[in-house]
């Protein structure tokens, strides 16, 4: 079964600590994806890659940066977390084509 | 640019009945659309898609959607709704296969009351 892992499920921070968020894909796929969801507000790309090293911004990225070193592997990195971040974040990934996302099961980050 | 419409932010129903869930979309090109469902803490199942040919396609669950390209809208549907159908559906479109990312709807709650 092919899966998009994101390494925590909930997160408490504080305000001002720099915090990662991991994404690891086992299917291949080129692109891979970071959202925040927000009651209201739907889904909003933070951030996207459609290729290692590479990195686009997406609607919001401010306060924000990723990193994509290996092709599996896309991380949201918070520079210095506030309390607007607090959200539930979505990783995704997919190939291009016809295809839509696969999506992880998200991380719940609380920012105090 | 490509956008998303879901006019409900919230649609009851009881169980049993048929639910529709509605969307309409905005491309430039041609659209591929998806229906994506989220339950609780969790993130977002791939529920159908339509790219090309017949107007009607089938999912999981028993959901299905109907493509109307001159009202642009994809709407879902069921015959039969479930309790566990109630969650927070979203649709999402894409211009062709090389287009900009996804956009996605605000998503609709659905409750399927017993």
């Known amino acids: 079964d092919v899966k998009v892992t994101q390494s925590s499920r909930y997160l408490v921070k504080r305000t001002g600590e720099k915090v990662f968020l991991e994404c690891v894909q086992d299917m291949d796929h080129e692109n891979m994806f970071w959202y925040r969801q927000d009651p209201g507000l739907g889904l909003r790309l933070i951030y996207f890659s459609y290729d290692v090293k590479m990195k686009e911004k997406g609607d919001i990225p401010e306060g924000y940066s990723v990193s994509r070193e290996k092709k599996e592997r896309f991380s949201l990195i918070l520079e210095s977390a506030s309390t607007n971040q607090t959200s539930m974040y979505l990783c995704?990934?997919?190939?291009?084509?016809?295809?839509?996302?696969?999506f992880g099961s998200g991380t719940r980050l609380t920012v105090v | 640019a490509q956008s998303v419409a879901q006019p409900e932010d919230q649609v009851n129903v009881a169980e049993g009945n048929p639910l529709t869930v509605k969307c309409t979309y905005s491309v430039s090109g041609n659209p591929y659309l998806f229906w994506y469902v989220q339950y609780p803490n969790r993130g977002l199942q791939f529920l159908l898609k339509y790219i090309t040919g017949d107007n009607l396609v089938k999912g999981s669950y028993g959901f299905e959607a109907e493509f109307n390209k001159s009202q642009t809208s994809f709407h879902l549907k069921k015959p039969s709704a479930l309790v566990s159908d109630s969650a927070l559906y979203f649709c999402a479109v894409r211009d062709g296969p090389y287009g900009q990312n996804f956009v996605f709807g605000p998503g609709t709650r659905l409750s399927v009351l017993p």
């Open positions: 995704a990934s997919s190939l291009w084509g016809v295809y839509g996302y696969t």
